[in-house]
């Protein structure tokens, strides 16, 4: 039987390029097409798809909370994740949110893309060659402990909208201290010194979207 593959990115030309590739093997099936967060959930929610493979840029949202509503809604699918970040703390998060794979968009996908699905079908790992070696170097830096979980993300939004310490500590119901401790924590995984820093390089990576 056919892997059943959906297909997400926000510009036309990668989902035409992928399906391209994909479509001359008939190992492989797509099932469906999305172009925003918002699309993708609608059509996993109707076709059951083996693989879901998505760019990190999708509106609205940022990349690993994508892969958690992802996971969540459709838990046996493999998440293979494409991007043009080379950020190795960042494939560690994808990994630890549930991503079996990362694909850097600089890398040759026409050389790269059969051999990752076969990969994450196994159930196994796979990066990019990029994205492994930023990987590996990242994991041997100091801020290789440095997760951007669910409670850091959701502080760095607040600090992001211009929401201070007792604002942030009100609304999330939690110690201003924490917030602190938080705050401090996102800009070692930023490497950032001063709040505007921090935001300007969590925007950069996809982490800072408009409020619903």
Same mark, same amino acid.
């Given at each position: 039987?056919?892997?059943r ?23 492989y099936t ?11 959930l609608?059509?996993?929610? $109707?076709e ?12 609205n949202?940022?990349v ?8 969540e ?7 293979l994740v +494409? ?7 960042? #494939?560690?998060?994808l990994?630890?949110?549930g991503? !079996?794979g990362?694909?850097?968009?600089g890398? *040759? ?13 196994? *159930?196994?790992?796979?990066? /990019?060659?990029?994205?492994?070696a ?17 409670e /850091? !993300?959701?502080v ?5 909208h211009g ?8 609304? +999330? ?8 401790? #938080?705050r401090?924590?996102?800009?070692r ?5 001063? $709040? ?9 990576e996809g982490?800072i979207?408009?409020?619903?």
């Open positions: 039987m056919a892997i593959i959906i297909l997400a990115d926000d510009a036309d030309m990668m989902i035409l390029g992928m399906r391209t590739i994909l479509e001359s093997d008939h190992r797509i099932v469906g097409t999305a172009r925003s967060i918002g699309e993708l609608c059509v996993v929610k $109707n059951s798809a083996d693989l879901i493979i998505f760019n990190e840029w999708l509106y949202t940022d690993l909370s994508t892969v958690e509503k992802l996971h809604t459709v838990p046996l699918a493999r998440l +494409m991007g043009a970040l080379a950020d190795g703390l960042l #494939v560690r998060d990994f630890h949110v991503a !079996r990362y694909l850097y968009k890398d *040759d996908l026409c050389e790269i893309l059969i051999t990752a699905i076969e990969t994450v079908m196994l *159930d196994r790992l796979y990066l /990019s060659p990029t994205a492994n930023e990987y590996l170097i990242a994991m041997q830096s100091p801020n290789a402990h440095e997760q951007l979980d669910t /850091s !993300r959701e760095l939004q607040l600090l992001a929401e201070h310490a007792g604002e942030i500590s009100e609304r +999330m119901s939690i110690d201003k201290r924490r917030v602190y401790w #938080v401090e924590k996102l800009r995984r930023f490497g950032a010194k001063t $709040n505007e820093h921090l935001i300007q390089r969590a925007a950069a982490f979207y408009p409020r619903d």
